[in-house]
């Protein structure tokens, strides 16, 4: 048989091969249409239930926000109430920023007095709680919570709570020069050395900052007076003799003009200058002034502890 005779029969093969072939990949082309088909099919059933899921969590969303809302206004009701009953309370005890600073506390208070500013107080700081734990937005109504409870606790003595109810109100709001002072004084208060003592200063440069310029010369003469007295807790002498420099230019009243000089008469004892510490102890009137000295001369005064020009100053003073 000869490749001729053989042709006929390649040539048969050769198109039901073809055939077979076709056949194959139509089957594959069909296959994967239908597949994908199925697919785009699957995915928009999923993209439309995902369109079903984010209606019902956009309502979901603003149900929440509403009840939220709600909520907030509730506890913000119930705080303001709070507030204006504990600044009725302290009103009655007379207690102003200005008088904390000067060292005004509950001390005479009837314990009823003090009972229900200690229970308004309580709730005031679980209301604060609430609405902090909760996220939700904290506006002016608790800022002015804050000050009121400040105030309050720093007049029952309780100045590390006071000193965190300053701090969030400062943070929040525009505050004024008496708000930064009793905030600075609270500082004072809690004697933890550095730390409360440079948060002291910088709230008393917060309230000189803020100072309008019509303000009491007295006034003017305390708030950079008693910054110096900070300052001179934390070894920074020349500062400190600066500042009480500045107070001294404007002070006219007995307890500022002694309270400067007993600072200056610090100041330079802690310098090693004699003569300036003689002649600002001679200038004090007020004998409880002297009887701080005597109380201080195992630190401010230490290295004239025995000197007998100090001695004779003090016992003439305190005599007369």
């Not at 072939?21 to 069909?30: A, M, P, S, Y």
């Not at 948060?199 to 019509?214: F, H, K, M």
């Not at 110096?228 to 404007?250: C, F, N, S």
């Amino acid at each position: 048989m000869t490749i001729d005779s053989l042709t006929p029969y390649l040539s048969a093969i050769n198109a039901v091969s073809s055939v077979a072939v076709f056949t194959v990949i139509f089957n594959l082309i069909k296959t994967h249409r239908e597949t994908t088909t199925e697919r785009i099919n699957t995915l928009l059933t999923r993209i439309d239930a995902l369109k079903d899921d984010s209606v019902r969590n956009d309502k979901w969303f603003v149900r929440e926000k509403e009840l939220l809302e709600r909520e907030k206004k509730e506890k913000e009701g119930e705080l303001t109430k709070l507030q204006v009953q504990l600044e009725e309370v302290l009103k009655g005890e007379g207690v102003t920023m200005q008088k904390l600073a000067l060292g005004q506390t509950l001390k005479e208070s009837n314990n009823e007095v003090k009972k229900l500013i200690g229970e308004l107080s309580e709730k005031m700081i679980e209301q604060i709680r609430e609405i902090t734990n909760n996220n939700l937005q904290q506006d002016s109504i608790v800022s002015q919570s804050q000050l009121t409870l400040a105030k309050a606790q720093m007049a029952r003595g309780s100045f590390d709570d006071a000193a965190t109810n300053f701090e969030q109100y400062t943070l929040n709001e525009n505050a004024s020069w008496e708000v930064h002072f009793s905030k600075a004084v609270n500082l004072a208060n809690l004697r933890q050395g550095k730390t409360s003592n440079s948060a002291s200063v910088r709230a008393y440069s917060d309230a000189i900052g803020v100072l309008p310029n019509e303000i009491d010369p007295n006034i003017r003469a305390r708030v950079f007076g008693y910054r110096g007295a900070i300052l001179k807790r934390l070894g920074r002498l020349d500062e400190a003799e600066a500042d009480l420099q500045i107070a001294k230019k404007y002070a006219t009243a007995d307890y500022e003009v002694d309270d400067i000089y007993y600072n200056l008469a610090c100041v330079y004892a802690l310098q090693g200058n004699k003569d300036e510490m003689l002649s600002s102890i001679f200038k004090i009137k007020n004998k409880n002034t002297f009887l701080s000295i005597e109380y201080h001369l195992g630190d401010y005064f230490k290295q004239f502890v025995n000197d007998e020009d100090l001695k004779s100053l003090l016992s003439s003073k305190t005599r007369g």
